[in-house]
């Protein structure tokens, strides 16, 4: 059980951000303020759960002290909503769609002699909610991170974050993961999954081993992208960081995101932005069309696991499991296709005797399409995906060069949404990204609107 340490350090977290908000630029204070509690604030089940509200976590604490602190800050100034119209209506959906699930699950659901209650539409007030803290860093992001220098300013953030958590992810490595233990007084998950071979993973204050190593990745990534914008002697600096997050990430025994920094790093280094947006949207693309490939069974799958089993049994099998829980969750999902099943585990399969669940869910848009159905899923996947759209499309409008860290910004943020597929790793962070790229578009097409209304006072 969570320390009493772990309940102080959520409890005076706000006061940090007012702090960060005081002392530094605004952009700056929200980069500082989701970073730094994503990293260091105790992992669920720390957390507070008062009736009628979500639970308060470090997934939603750091964004709701950092709205608060900017409505009494910057009074007048936020503007919630998107203006592309499109945006605006997958953040409605996102934060609405949790009514329509309720109002299509009001009833109990059997399994033999074991039965899930109904939902009821309080719950759907609790998880309206929940959805708008979960996306409120995209929308504080959106209005704070804009420009050029504040993408930069990203990828810079996201560099010294791992570079500073490589310290604790390698004492880990070296002890085994222990410091949630010492310093919160609990593990967070299943440490028999931080044993690689003859060693370990780390996984520090985050939730798994994976979300650590996907640090490691944007770490690498974002000194890419950093050293290739610059045409300095200090590149070789920024070169020999990325790397030493590249060891860390090895480190990090997680084949996905090693194979992601083998095959995107390479994009970075060798290809142009443009080239990198085509690459991101194809990326982008591809999440968007997988339940449809997975519902018309289009995808090979006996054939890519004897592939699998050809190069290592023991990752087939596990490639064996998921695919199959993927095949059964999505069965399930499509008995309630458009606003899903809801909570309390209702998207599961349960033994009917002793109420054990049978399935596993892993990749984020199977648990999104179960519980909300499609509309959950194209508004969530929607708003992370639009982003790197818009981005392409109004630059091209402009006829604007496309600097190097948009490009590696987008970049990353596809490899976040691809990553959805076999794993839960939507964090602060892939809102924080979409939300920055979508004010860049925004940004973008301001810039695009003066030109116009200038060329028409000229001919005036």
């Known amino acids: 059980m969570p320390n009493a340490l772990a309940s102080l350090a959520l409890v005076i977290y706000p006061a940090v951000v007012v702090w960060l908000f005081v002392r ?9 303020s989701l970073i730094l509690g ?20 470090k997934q939603t604490i750091p964004g709701l002290a950092a709205l608060f602190t900017c409505l009494v800050m910057f009074r007048g100034e ?26 299509t699950n009001m009833d109990p659901v059997h ?35 804009r420009t050029d220098d504040d993408i930069r300013d990203l990828l810079w953030a996201m560099l010294l974050a791992g570079l500073v958590y490589s310290l604790p992810m390698l004492l880990e490595v070296r002890l085994s993961p222990q410091l949630n233990i010492w310093i919160y007084g609990y593990f967070q998950h299943s440490f028999e999954q931080m044993i690689r071979g003859d060693g370990f993973r780390p996984i520090v204050f985050l939730y798994h081993g994976l979300w650590a190593a ?15 914008s610059d045409h300095s002697r200090r590149a070789l600096l920024w070169w020999a960081m990325a790397g030493y997050m590249a060891l860390v990430l090895i480190l990090c025994k997680s084949l996905a995101s090693l194979l992601y920094a083998a095959a995107f790093a390479p994009v970075l280094i060798f290809l142009s932005s443009r080239m990198q947006f085509r690459v991101a949207m194809l990326l ?7 339940p449809v490939i997975k519902t018309l069974n289009i995808i090979p799958e006996a054939e890519i696991l004897a592939y699998a089993e050809t190069i290592d049994e023991d ?33 599961q399969i349960y033994d009917g005797t002793t109420g054990e669940i049978m399935t596993t869910t892993d990749g984020r848009w199977i648990i999104t399409i179960g519980v909300y159905g499609w509309a959950g899923f194209l508004a969530e996947f929607g708003l992370l995906t639009l982003p790197i ?9 402009v006829g604007r060069d496309i600097p190097p860290w948009v490009g590696g910004a987008v970049l990353i943020l596809a490899i976040n949404v691809i990553d959805m597929v076999p794993n839960a790793t939507l964090t602060p962070m892939s809102w924080l990204f979409a939300g920055a790229l979508l004010g860049y578009s925004e940004q973008i097409e301001t810039v695009r609107r003066g030109r116009r209304v200038a060329r028409l006072r000229t001919v005036l």
């Open 214 to 228: 996907f640090l490691a990745m944007t770490g690498v990534l974002s000194a890419i992208t950093i050293a290739r």
């Open 24 to 32: 530094l630029p605004r952009g700056r204070a929200l980069l500082a």
């Open 284 to 290: 982008a693309c591809l999440v968007l069309a997988y």
């Open 315 to 347: 990752r087939a099998n596990s490639l064996r499991f998921r695919l199959d829980n993927e095949n059964i969750l999505l069965e399930r999902a499509m008995e309630r296709p458009v606003f899903g099943w809801g909570s309390w585990g209702r998207n």
């Open 111 to 145: 399994f033999g002699g074991f039965t899930l209650p109904a939902l009821q539409l309080r719950e759907a007030v609790a998880q309206c909610i929940n959805q708008a803290l979960l996306m409120s860093p995209m929308l504080l992001a959106r209005n704070f991170l």
């Open 78 to 103: 936020l503007r919630f909503l998107p203006e592309n119209n499109t945006a605006r209506a997958l953040v409605l959906l996102f934060i609405f769609s949790p009514f329509g699930t309720v109002l």
């Open 389 to 397: 759209l818009l981005v392409w499309w109004r630059a091209s409008q």
């Open 38 to 57: 994503y990293l260091f604030l105790p992992p669920a089940p720390a957390g507070f759960d008062f009736p009628l509200m979500p639970p308060l976590t």
